[in-house]
């Protein structure tokens, strides 16, 4: 297996804004996460509760599921954080990106620093765990090299119900989408971007799941521009406490694991004016998921 991206392949990141491809776990560990995901997504949890599922899977994901906490400490994504933003890591939160077959989610071109609040973009890094094969077909991510040293631009919200971003904010430039690079990963591959980078993804054509997770590294010496927030605390050691730190998962969906899912989602919406529809999404399956 190819070892943490090297310093030429970080020079690289720097450059264009990401890099990829890692091979950060075997297809066969990536196959048995992605069947994991979709098990749960096709099953009667999932199916009782509207939108658990999707509140569950889109920021604090690790705090519930046994298989999200399996990714946020699998040394080798650790590895491609830290030879980005170096060795004291917190995860802020995942993102699930789950393409059901010929469906007509997508997503619109954007920056992830949109949003999120954070006091400097060059002290984090996304890490885009690809648990099924991102191709053409089903939907790929596709990048705009160098489009990180726009720095931070306008975004309109759209509120499409079909894009998987919360607000279907759309960047208010001009994309060269020929210029652009599509991000074909084999299962168990990763792609790692800054958060000032314009990416977009088309809906999933094929007759597969696509199932991508990604996972939100940040330095302990980032600030929360709001003044409070929380992150967990998965490799090295935080020496500015910026943030509160999350209890580690201990078992699937436990009354602690729903607690701390929802006292930190509580933090996060006061933080971004959402609606805690999570929390009420979690308080449900916490009383009885069936
Ligand atoms: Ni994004």
């Known amino acids: 297996m190819a070892a943490m991206p090297s310093?030429?392949?970080v020079a690289d990141f720097r450059a264009r804004g990401f890099h990829f491809p890692?091979?950060?776990m075997t297809e066969d560990e990536a196959g048995a996460l992605a069947e994991r995901i979709i098990a749960f997504d096709q099953g009667p949890v999932a199916a009782r509760y509207a939108d658990v599922a999707n509140s569950l899977y889109r920021f604090k994901t690790y705090l519930v599921?046994?298989?999200a906490d399996t990714l946020v400490h699998h040394p080798r994504i650790l590895d491609a954080a830290e030879a980005v933003i170096g060795p004291d890591l917190l995860v802020w939160s995942v993102g699930m990106f789950l393409k059901k077959p010929r469906s007509p989610g997508f997503v619109s071109w954007h920056q992830d620093a949109t949003y999120y609040g954070l006091d400097d973009a060059d002290k984090v890094v996304n890490v885009w765990v690809a648990?099924?094969?991102a191709t053409l077909?089903?939907?790929a991510m596709r990048f705009a090299p160098g489009s990180h040293r726009l720095g931070q631009v306008p975004h309109r919200e759209t509120y499409d119900r079909d894009n998987l971003i919360s607000r279907g904010e759309v960047a208010d430039v001009a994309i060269d989408e020929g210029a652009a690079v599509d991000?074909?990963?084999g299962a168990g591959e990763a792609s790692l971007h800054h958060l000032y980078l314009l990416h977009s993804s088309a809906?999933?054509?094929s007759d597969d799941h696509r199932v991508g997770?990604?996972?939100r590294f940040i330095r302990p010496d980032v600030k929360p521009l709001s003044g409070r927030d929380c992150a967990m605390l998965v490799r090295g050691e935080d020496r500015f406490g910026h943030f509160e730190l999350e209890p580690r998962l201990r078992r699937e969906m436990d009354a602690d694991a729903m607690a701390a899912h929802a006292r930190a989602m509580a933090i996060r919406d006061g933080n971004t004016g959402h609606r805690p529809s999570a929390d009420r999404a979690a308080s449900a399956m916490g009383a009885g998921p069936a």
């Open 7 to 9: 310093p030429s392949q």
């Open 22 to 24: 890692v091979r950060v």
């Open 65 to 67: 599921f046994e298989w």
């Open 131 to 133: 648990l099924t094969p």
């Open 137 to 139: 077909a089903n939907g």
């Open 183 to 185: 991000v074909l990963l």
């Open 203 to 205: 809906p999933n054509r």
């Open 213 to 215: 997770i990604v996972i």
